[in-house]
């Protein structure tokens, strides 16, 4: 009998545990395999006359089994570039990846980055400033297109400049959303619904947006729409729906970029808790999202009467102590002026923000993270952290490599575009970099573009005057880089830098002397600048182009609704233009009829000086970095 009963409770246990582990095969959370052990590493080299001898430096030493991988490549001066290409058959069109790699160079060369190519993607990989230390760099690549000229999916491009990359633990994942519960076509009773998931890991902060619809094909007008972020695997929602069948699925976004769906599920509502309301989130009212500031950086509190008398109204600072940040408090008071503060100051010193509240233009959240390799994730909960002890003065990053404001869009509200042209590149980088920042925020009211203008002299800073011929902007050129800024439509000015070390921007004449007037001339002209841009047609012509090939002269048409400001600027349409280039240049300009009265005018702003316009347009040579402002009349 006793054997009977062991044997008995043997078969059960047994039972149990088969179907135990069917149950954890089928329960199983999937999870998402680098596509790299699958792949074929193909080495190309696009140096002439280099044969078998002297090889070993451009390709992997070995390729384990696992993930993980080793390359040790140098690039000699000279040569022409060095890729590894891959190929795989899991690659599909109309997908997106993370790739991941951790990278490290033998020494750094400003402006000069290996690349990532992508079909006709490529991007830099310039998170990594700092020689001998291990960056990881995360990018999420959407795969739209092949590249004629490759037959290769993904490359990854070596300067031909003199030194050395190395590269570990690669990975590279698709975007893709695979849900963990509920089951499809489970019944819901509860008063909550809790929907999970799996997503590859990443740094990148991912947009997550579930849809819901008595309709499968989830019509516009009849979705309910429910957002979150890949910072959590699980949204718990209140059960409001209606009794009756619902499909589900969710859109993954890198901000506002669509990067992958994941099927449609549904759920029976058996019980509905029509009473139950979704408590909508809080209002997140930002303050002074409105505000048009004109800054500069890296200002103590003793130089405030300094800067106040030059025109600013706002300043960053770095306070050394408790005591310093007190006195930085008062003295901002005291002399009017907007702050924009370390995001870690709340965190390290426990006073009352209220009383200042006021003065605070924003808290600075990190600068050039994607330079630091400073995930977006991080960047996001130093701002939530902030909210969280409702301190909802603007969020602001500086960013320089603007094709990745993208990735940091959901983490701040104000992207400060600290590019620094001169004398290397044309200053229509400022203005490309503008333009791929706003574009990347869309139409969004809350998200905010200003622009750091070049204060300084490349030529203080050891390597690069080592490198390169290297000076400061003149007068003429910081002008331009401030109207080039404005006609691009940047929502606030900041200068830098007004100390650099113990030296003051105003021990040096002539660039200090060039940022004043600059300053005066956009205080005369802030109703210009802070209202609405008219997007019209105009026909155009410019006699010259930059080395990127831009037209060298910019332009922008604004409206003042009313006259407005310390200089009662006139109500009416102003056209502002701006020659980038260092020589003269001719530019034409075309005006909609509805703007043409009988006799139409233009009116110069600073000197009164008339133009007359005639068959329609007038042309004008600008003389080198000239900027004009126009008010047009009849």
Aim: with cysteine.
């Amino acid at each position: 009998m006793k054997t009977k009963k062991i044997f008995l409770y043997g078969f059960i246990l047994a039972e149990l545990m088969v179907i135990g582990f069917f149950s954890c095969v089928k329960e199983r959370e999937p999870d998402h395999e680098s596509l790299f052990p699958n792949l074929i590493l193909k080495g190309h080299l696009e140096r002439p006359g280099l044969g078998e001898q002297g090889r070993e430096g451009y390709f992997p030493e070995g390729i384990a089994p696992s993930e993980t991988f080793f390359v040790n490549a140098s690039a000699f001066p000279g040569s022409g570039q060095t890729f590894f290409a891959y190929d795989t058959e899991n690659i599909l069109l109309g997908r997106s990846f993370i790739f991941e790699v951790f990278l490290k160079r033998d020494h750094n060369i400003e402006g000069v980055y290996p690349s990532v190519c992508w079909g006709n993607y490529r991007q830099e990989l310039s998170d990594f400033w700092a020689q001998g230390k291990w960056k990881k760099l995360s990018l999420v690549i959407p795969f739209t297109e092949l590249n004629q000229n490759s037959y290769h999916p993904l490359s990854i491009k070596i300067p031909k400049d003199d030194y050395n990359l190395w590269m570990r633990d690669a990975s590279l994942r698709e975007v893709r959303i695979v849900f963990t519960a509920p089951k499809d076509q489970t019944s819901v009773r509860r008063k909550t619904i809790r929907f999970a998931w799996m997503l590859p890991e990443t740094d990148r902060l991912l947009n997550i947006s579930f849809r819901f619809s008595r309709d499968p094909r989830f019509p516009e007008g009849t979705t309910q729409i429910f957002e979150t972020d890949n910072r959590k695997s699980e949204l718990v929602i209140p059960n409001t729906f209606d009794r009756g069948r619902w499909y589900w699925k969710a859109d993954v976004y890198l901000y506002k970029a669509y990067l992958a769906s994941s099927e449609t599920r549904s759920f029976q509502v058996k019980r509905a808790f029509p009473d139950m309301r979704a408590r909508s989130p809080e209002s997140e009212t930002i303050i002074n999202i409105e505000a048009f500031p004109i800054g500069i950086f890296n200002v103590r509190a003793d130089d405030f009467p300094e800067i106040k008398a030059a025109g600013f109204d706002a300043v960053t600072v770095h306070p050394l102590d408790a005591g310093d940040l007190e006195v930085i408090l008062r003295g901002a008071e005291r002399n009017n002026l907007k702050l924009m503060i370390p995001f870690s100051m709340p965190e390290k010193y426990n006073i009352n923000w209220e009383p200042h509240g006021k003065n605070i233009l924003g808290w600075y959240l990190a600068d050039e993270p994607e330079g630091h390799s400073l995930s977006p994730k991080i960047v996001r909960q130093r701002r939530d952290n902030l909210r969280e002890k409702d301190l909802k003065q603007l969020g602001a990053i500086a960013l320089c490599r603007s094709w990745r404001a993208a990735d940091y869009w959901a983490a701040t509200d104000v992207v400060m575009s600290d590019q620094y042209p001169v004398p290397f590149n044309p200053l229509s980088w400022l203005s490309e970099s503008l333009d791929e920042a706003r574009f990347a925020a869309g139409d969004e009211a809350n998200k905010k573009v200003w622009a750091v203008i070049q204060a300084f002299d490349w030529g203080e800073i050891r390597d690069v005057r080592e490198m390169r011929e290297a000076r400061p902007p003149s007068a003429i050129e910081i002008k331009a880089l401030t109207y080039l800024a404005l006609v691009h439509e940047a929502h606030g000015i900041f200068f830098y830098s007004y100390r650099r070390g113990e030296t003051r921007l105003k021990e040096k004449a002539v660039l200090w002397g060039a940022v004043r007037e600059t300053v005066g001339e956009l205080k005369k002209l802030l109703p210009v600048w802070k209202d609405d841009t008219v997007h019209l047609s105009i026909p155009f012509e410019c006699s010259d182009t930059d080395e990127w090939d831009i037209p060298a002269v910019h332009y922008v048409m604004k409206k003042v609704k009313e006259a407005d400001g310390p200089h009662r600027l006139p109500a009416g349409y102003y056209l502002a233009a701006v020659n980038t280039m260092g020589r003269k240049v001719k530019a034409a300009f075309g005006f909609p009829e509805d703007l043409l009265g009988e006799s139409m005018r233009l009116i110069d702003v600073f000197s009164g000086d008339v133009i007359f316009v005639r068959e329609g347009g007038f042309s004008y040579r600008f003389e080198p970095y000239e900027r004009k402002v126009w008010l047009l009349g009849e």
